[in-house]
């Protein structure tokens, strides 16, 4: 058996009784198609190895969800990609609130949590939806577009810098930037080398955007910045949390609405049910979630000796969790394979659980109800127009390319 990056791995070699595979979860081949390799890690065992990198893994939903749960076990301090801060250093600055654990994580979180409050969302509606209108009314024009360019990646490039209270210039750096930090939570391989250089000149940008001076004042990214004028973080904190939200809030919304739309090009009779109810559009959204689970992957570092699965591990060690195959383990979920919006998706880990379960959730609820409801009124038909493309990422799953056709409704 081959290790890869021996150096970021503990030994290659399993722990007694666990079982190993010896697939490349960070490999074209498994990006392409991860559910027999997703099938073989859940059946394997509750607890399995990854002999390519000699980690540990869980695939099962109760597994990932009882490593979600128990954040003083489970640490995300040590960064939540395969790297372990500790021992391997780190290739940017550590973020506040993805990679700290309580007291900090804390604060952090309670920042966040209120600039991206049920409140400000129900502020942020109205312009939502009439610009996923405006898109999607120009594309019934159209006829045959790219969903994944014209409209996954359109829509939020277009909602949620200005909700942030972004600049216009330099947004196109946005995307690069997220392909490379969501690349870095797998192991340096060809994928995270491939999005270096694009991403480059997109870090510094980044930074600079997040200050206060660059933020206009009725976004969000100033709810931040009052929140240190408050003395409850600051002000250097403040940076760094509009920069969380930079980070996180744009790749994972352009997978997410790409996945609901595939979904809704693929499953016709899913999609007439949406037509007919347009109440389901945000439930449709979620399932979606669950079913493609667009962030597939993260990592955990133990804080103390343990045990998972039966398995018994020290501490220091990373866990890799499989979010996308707990998402439809068959142990949890009925057809876990059928995309159906009507399905009690309750307890998904598409957007995690536990402490750090996605604070950004209503956001991207918000812009995936808006799109399906908008797509819903106006649009009869969707038909797949050509072969979709899939864009590889250690973290991420979703399309490059989706060509579709669609009549007016
Ligand atoms: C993320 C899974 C950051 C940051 C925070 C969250 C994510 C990425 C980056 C979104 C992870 O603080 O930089 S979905």
């Not at 990006?31 to 059946?43: C, K, M, N, S, T």
């Not at 919304?253 to 007439?272: H, K, L, S």
Request: charged share 25%; glycine share 10%; with cysteine.
């Amino acid at each position: 058996m081959s290790t890869l990056f021996p150096a970021l791995g503990g030994p290659a070699e399993a722990p007694p009784g666990v079982p190993a595979l010896d697939a490349d979860p960070f490999s074209a081949g498994f990006f392409a198609d991860p559910y027999p390799v997703h099938g073989q890690l859940r059946e394997a065992g509750p607890f399995v190895w990854l002999s390519q990198y000699g980690i540990g893994a869980v695939a099962r939903y109760a597994e990932v969800r009882q490593v979600l749960m128990d954040w003083e076990t489970f640490s995300s301090a040590r960064g939540v990609g395969m790297a372990d801060f500790v021992k391997h250093g780190r290739f940017r600055l550590p973020s506040i609130i993805l990679e700290a654990d309580p007291p900090q994580h804390t604060r952090s979180r309670a920042v966040l949590g209120r600039a991206l409050s049920s409140v400000v969302m129900k502020g942020l509606r109205e312009k939502f939806a009439a610009e996923a209108d405006r898109i999607v009314d120009e594309l019934v024009v159209k006829g045959t577009f790219d969903a994944c360019t014209d409209l996954a990646e359109a829509f939020p490039l277009r909602v949620f810098p200005d909700a942030i209270g972004m600049k216009r210039e330099g947004r196109d750096n946005l995307l690069p930037y997220g392909d490379m930090v969501f690349n870095s939570f797998g192991p340096p391989n060809t994928f995270f080398e491939a999005s270096a250089p694009r991403a480059a000149a997109a870090f510094p940008w980044v930074e600079t955007q997040a200050l206060r001076e660059n933020l206009a004042p009725e976004g969000f990214g100033e709810i931040c910045y009052q929140a240190a004028d408050r003395g409850e973080i600051t002000h250097d904190e403040a940076g760094k949390l509009v920069r969380a939200m930079l980070t996180a809030g744009v790749d994972t919304t352009v997978n997410g609405i790409g996945a609901a739309v595939y979904a809704m090009a693929r499953f016709p009779e899913q999609w007439r049910k949406l037509r007919d109810n347009r109440t389901l559009a945000r439930a449709a959204f979620e399932e979606a979630v669950r079913f493609e689970s667009p962030v597939q992957t993260f990592f955990r570092t133990t804080t103390r000796p343990t045990e998972l699965g039966g398995c018994p591990l020290a501490e220091g060690e990373k866990i890799l969790m499989f979010l996308g195959a707990a998402n439809r383990d068959p142990r949890k979920w009925e057809n876990p394979d059928t995309y159906d919006i009507q399905r009690a998706t309750a307890g998904h880990v598409g957007f995690g659980a536990g402490i750090h379960m996605c604070v950004g959730q209503l956001l991207a609820r918000l812009e995936g109800e808006v799109v399906l409801d908008a797509m819903a009124r106006k649009i009869s038909t969707i038909d797949l127009a050509g072969t979709p493309e899939r864009r590889y990422n250690n973290t991420l799953r979703g399309l490059s390319r989706l060509p579709v056709t669609v009549t007016a409704a």
